[in-house]
C-alpha cells in the first residue's frame, strides 16, 4: 500500500475546506498546519502553496482549470470528504495519490434507502399530496415486509443496507461485478430483475456502471417493482426511466439524478410514480463529523508513516 513520505519533523501541510476539518487535523499534531482555501479563487499563496494534502470540499467539484494544482509542487494527495471520487479519477497530476472517506456516509444513505424505499412501497408521496389537498384517501399499497430485494453493489453502503433490511424479512440477494460467497454476478442480473419486487442501486461510477441501468436492464424488471437509486445519476438512463415511469409499469425514488442539479422544467419533476430528493442521502450532520474524522485518521497514518487508507484505485 502506498505511503506519503515525510521527514520526522517536517512539517505537514494541508489544505482544508472549512473549518471543522481544519480543527480535526490540526488536533492530530502540532506538525500539522491547516490552510483553509477555495479552489475555485485561483491558486493558492504563502505557506499554503508548501501542502502536501489538499482535502476538496464536500460537493465533489472536480479540480478546477485555473491553476491551482499547477500551483501546488509540493502536493502528493488529494483527501476526499466523499465515497464518490469519479470526478477526481485521471484529473491530477503524476505522483499524486487519491483517497476517498469511505464509510463517512454509509449510515445516512442506508438510512435514505430504507427510508425512499418505505415511502414509495406504502404511498407516502402519495398521501402527502391529498392531505395538502384535505382529501381523506384511503389506499392500499405495497409491503416491504418478505418483498425480493434485489442490491446491486455489495460494498460498505450495500451491505448497511442489507443490515437495516434485515427486521423486514426481505429476500435479499447481492450483486457485484463479479461472483463471491453470497454475492451474484452482475451477468446474472438478466435472470435476477424479473423477480425482485425492489431493486436497489449502490455501485461507484465506473465505466462498467455508467448506464447500467438502461432501457434493457428496466425492461427486464417485474412489472410494479421499484427502482431506487443511491448511487449517481449517470447510472441509469434517465430517457429510458421517464419512459417507463409515464407508462406506470414502474416506480422509482432517486435521490441523484443526470443532470445534476436536475434544472427547472426538466421532465423527472413532473414524472408519475416518482419519489425524487435532491442528492440528500448523505447529508445529515454526523456525517461531516464522519468525514472530518476520516481525513485525521489519514493524517495520522501519514505522521507514522502507515499506509494510506482508502486508495482509489484507476485514478
Not at 9 to 32: K, M, N, Q
Not at 68 to 84: D, K, N, Y
Amino acid at each position: 500500500m502506498p505511503r506519503l513520505p515525510l521527514d520526522p519533523d517536517e512539517t505537514l501541510h494541508v489544505l482544508v475546506p472549512s473549518r471543522s476539518v481544519a480543527e480535526a487535523v490540526e488536533a492530530v499534531s502540532p506538525r500539522v498546519r491547516a490552510h483553509r482555501v477555495e479552489a475555485s479563487d485561483g491558486p493558492p499563496s504563502g505557506e499554503a502553496v508548501d501542502a502536501q494534502v489538499w482535502v476538496p470540499g464536500a460537493g465533489g467539484v472536480p479540480p478546477p482549470d485555473n491553476g491551482f494544482l499547477e500551483a501546488l509542487p509540493r502536493l502528493r494527495l488529494v483527501q476526499l470528504l466523499s465515497a464518490g471520487a469519479e470526478q477526481f479519477v485521471g484529473r491530477l497530476p503524476d505522483g499524486v495519490l487519491l483517497c476517498n472517506a469511505r464509510g463517512a456516509h454509509t449510515p445516512a444513505t442506508a438510512e435514505w434507502v430504507l427510508a425512499a424505499t418505505l415511502a414509495a412501497l406504502r404511498g407516502i408521496p402519495f398521501f402527502v399530496r391529498e392531505q395538502a389537498a384535505g382529501r381523506w384517501s384511503f389506499g392500499v399499497h405495497s409491503s416491504l415486509v418478505g418483498a425480493r430485494v434485489l442490491v446491486v453493489g455489495a460494498g460498505d453502503i450495500g451491505r448497511a443496507i442489507g443490515r437495516m433490511l434485515d427486521p423486514f424479512h426481505v429476500e435479499l440477494t447481492y450483486v457485484a461485478r463479479t461472483a463471491r460467497g453470497g454475492v451474484r454476478s452482475a451477468a446474472d442480473l438478466p435472470e435476477l430483475l424479473p423477480h425482485a419486487d425492489v431493486v436497489i442501486v449502490v455501485v461507484p461510477v465506473t465505466p462498467e456502471t455508467t448506464g447500467l441501468v438502461d432501457a434493457g436492464f428496466l425492461a427486464a424488471m417485474a412489472d410494479g417493482a421499484l427502482l431506487v437509486n443511491a448511487a449517481r445519476g449517470v447510472v441509469v438512463d434517465t430517457d429510458a426511466l421517464l419512459a417507463e415511469l409515464r407508462e406506470g409499469r414502474l416506480r422509482a425514488a432517486l435521490d441523484v439524478t443526470d443532470p445534476e442539479p436536475l434544472p427547472e422544467g426538466h421532465p423527472l419533476w413532473a414524472a408519475p410514480n416518482l419519489l425524487l430528493t435532491p442528492h440528500v442521502g448523505g447529508a445529515v450532520p454526523r456525517s461531516g463529523q464522519r468525514a472530518a474524522a476520516a481525513v485525521a485518521t489519514q493524517v495520522t497514518r501519514i505522521l507514522a508513516g502507515q499506509p494510506l487508507a482508502d486508495v482509489v484505485d484507476g485514478y
